[in-house]
């Protein structure tokens, strides 16, 4: 286990108390919303009546690498209360978490979301927990079948092109809690215009909710980064964006658009 702790801001906190039913989570790079993200999902496998559970990505060694085995990541967050079972067990033969919760373990599938044959296995009954991690690169039949099969579904999401079936038909039905709207920029409020879905969350996480984040760290990566560019865009600001077709790279709504 590192050295490292999860140090909760008010907005982490907010985050972790708060019972929704599905919960989008975009921002900014190193934002801390996969870090905050996963350790809320292993506490509602904890405490939910199900035993099985899924966590998928575009792959298993991407899931284990950005969920799993990373500084603060499931197994440092908890250490000997999860096993993971990296090349399946007698009972599992797909990678799967084993979450001993005091009302009996847990098994959390790890499903690659970019081979069908691979995630088709896992996708059979109901399941209590969902995580799609980088749901914007997500299949979307996997994403819309998975959905309907849990309980309680968590989307992580970098900025990506707005017009993604995943937004219209997933994101933008979300809706900030009434405390922390005015900290999600209005261009991606402007974009949360679907049907609002009851109690379906959208949380919008920057630099200063990470208060793991150093001071010197969060200069360094923003003087890094080229100011009106996409990548500034993406991941300084947290806004959405078109990854092709660009012209003019420091085009913003707010500045550049009128209407009448």
Excluded at 27 to 32: H, L, M, N, P, Y
Aim: with cysteine; aromatic share 10%; hydrophobic share 35%.
């Amino acid at each position: 286990m590192s050295d490292l702790r999860l140090i909760l801001s008010p907005k982490f906190k907010a985050f972790l108390k708060y019972d929704a039913e599905l919960e989008a989570l975009e921002g900014s790079t190193a934002a801390g919303k996969t870090t905050v993200g996963v350790y809320k999902f292993i506490l509602n496998v904890w405490q939910s009546p199900k035993k099985l559970h899924i966590i998928a990505g575009d792959d298993t060694g991407t899931v284990e690498k950005n969920l799993i085995n990373k500084d603060l990541g499931i197994l440092d967050d908890f250490g000997d209360l999860v096993e993971y079972r990296g090349n399946g067990s007698k009972e599992y033969k797909m990678p799967h978490l084993i979450v001993h919760a005091t009302n009996g373990d847990k098994v959390v599938f790890i499903v690659g979301y970019s081979t069908k044959e691979k995630w088709k296995d896992a996708l059979g009954g109901q399941y209590g927990c969902l995580l799609i991690d980088e749901v914007n690169t997500a299949n979307m039949e996997f994403v819309r079948e998975s959905i309907m099969r849990a309980d309680y579904t968590m989307l992580t999401l970098n900025p990506d092109d707005p017009s993604l079936p995943v937004y219209k038909e997933y994101i933008n039905r979300c809706r900030p809690i009434q405390k922390w709207t005015k900290e999600t920029p209005q261009e991606i409020l402007n974009d949360l215009n679907e049907p609002e879905h009851p109690n379906w969350i959208h949380w919008f996480f920057n630099f200063d909710d990470n208060y793991g984040l150093s001071a010197e760290k969060k200069k360094q990566i923003i003087e890094s980064v080229p100011v009106g560019t996409k990548l500034w865009k993406n991941k300084i600001k947290g806004l959405r964006g078109r990854a092709t077709g660009l012209v003019f790279s420091n085009f913003e709504r707010k500045t550049n658009v009128i209407t009448y």
